[in-house]
C-alpha cells in the first residue's frame, strides 16, 4: 500500500464518522399532546374546566349605564364670603350618571364532603354626582369586593363562608324583583357564616351569624323558613342586632298567576337604630306585580308604606312604576319613576325621581 492509497482511506472514513456523529445529532422531537378546554356541563351553562384539573369555572358578569334624575331640594356651593364660610345656593333638582362593570368568578368541584364552590364578584363604579343628605358632592370612581365566600354544597344544605349579601337580604327576595328602586326591604352586605337547609317538598330553612362591623366580637343572629311551590312562595325571616339590642322580622309571599307575578312584604322593626328597621319605621309594607305582555317585555309597579312610629316626620308612601324590557339576548332596559311623599309638620313632602339602566350581561 503506497502513501496515496493510505491517505485516501483515512479521509474516506474520517467522512464517514463525521457523518455518523451528524446523523446521530438529529432528533426530532416528538409533538406534545395538546390539551383543549373541556365544557363543563355539571353545574350548568358557561362553565368550563381548568386545563389540567378537575375544577370547573365560570366567567361573567355585567356592564351598567344609568342615568338618575331627582326633583329634591340640594344644596350647592357656589363660593366662600368674606369670611371664608362657604355660600350655597338651592338647586331644584339633581341630574347624575352612573357606570358599573362587574365581573363573577364561580369555580367548583366535587370533593368527598360535597360540591366546594367560591364565588367573587368584583364591582368598578363610577358616578357623575353623590348625594349625600342634603348636599351633594362630585363623583368618583370606587372599586371593591361586593361578594367573596366559599360554599360546601351537600345534599340537604349549603354552608356559606365568606363576604355576601345576607340572609336576611337575600332568603326571601330582593323587594319588588325589576328595577333600579327596589324598595326598602332590609338590605345587608357583610361577613356571615351560615347553614341553609333544603329539604323536601320545597321547603328550606336558614341560620346565620352575620358581622355587624364595630370591630368587636357582635355578630348579629338571623333565621328564616320558606316554602316554594309552582304556585309561588312564602317564608318568613327574623333577625337580632346584638349592637343596639333590638330585633327585626319580616314575612313575604310570592305568586304566580299566568303572565302576572306580585309578591308582598310585611316588616317590623323592634326599636329604632338597627339593622333590621326599615325605613325608620316600626311597621312597613311593600307589595308589587309585574305582568309579563310577552317575551320580552315586562310592565311592573310597587307600592310601600312606612309608619311614623321612630320618625319625626308622619306616614310615608311610595309609589314606583317602570318597564322591563329584553329586547335582544344580553341586553337588558329598565326605565322606572317613583313618587315618595311624606307627611310632616309643615305639610306635604314630595320627591320624584327617575332612573334609566341599562344593562348589558355576559
Known sequence: MNIKSLLLGSAVAAVAATGARAADAIVIAEPEPMEYVRICDVYGAGFFYIPGTETCLRI???????????????????????AGDPVYEIEDYRFSKFARFQLNVDARNETEWGTLRSYAEARFDWSSYNWVGAFGVGGGNN????????????????????????PYARFLGYGS???????????NNGGELSYQYNGANGFSAILAVVETNTGLFEPAVEGGVKLTQGWGDIGAMV?????????GAKLVGNAK???????AHLFY???????????????????????????????????????DEYLASNDTWQVTGGLDWRPVSGLRIRPEIQYTTTDT??????????AIRFDRTF
Open 60 to 82: 361573567g358578569g355585567y356592564m351598567r349605564y344609568q342615568m338618575n334624575y331627582s326633583d329634591a331640594d340640594w344644596l350647592r356651593q357656589v363660593g366662600v364670603d368674606a
Open 177 to 187: 324583583p325589576f328595577g333600579p328602586f327596589d324598595g326598602s326591604y332590609g338590605f
Open 269 to 307: 322593626a323592634s326599636g329604632p337604630g338597627s339593622i333590621y328597621t326599615i325605613g325608620g319605621s316600626e311597621f312597613s309594607v311593600l307589595a308589587y306585580a309585574k305582568a309579563n305582555v310577552s317575551q320580552t317585555l315586562a310592565i311592573a309597579a310597587a307600592v310601600q308604606y312606612f309608619d
Open 143 to 166: 372599586v371593591y369586593l361586593n361578594q367573596g365566600f366559599i360554599e360546601l354544597q351537600q345534599a340537604n344544605g349549603t354552608i356559606r363562608l365568606g363576604k355576601s349579601d345576607t
Open 345 to 354: 309638620i309643615v305639610g306635604d313632602v314630595d320627591n320624584w325621581r327617575a
Open 257 to 263: 298567576f299566568g303572565m302576572v307575578d306580585v309578591g
Open 239 to 247: 333577625g337580632y342586632d346584638t349592637v343596639v339590642e333590638e330585633w
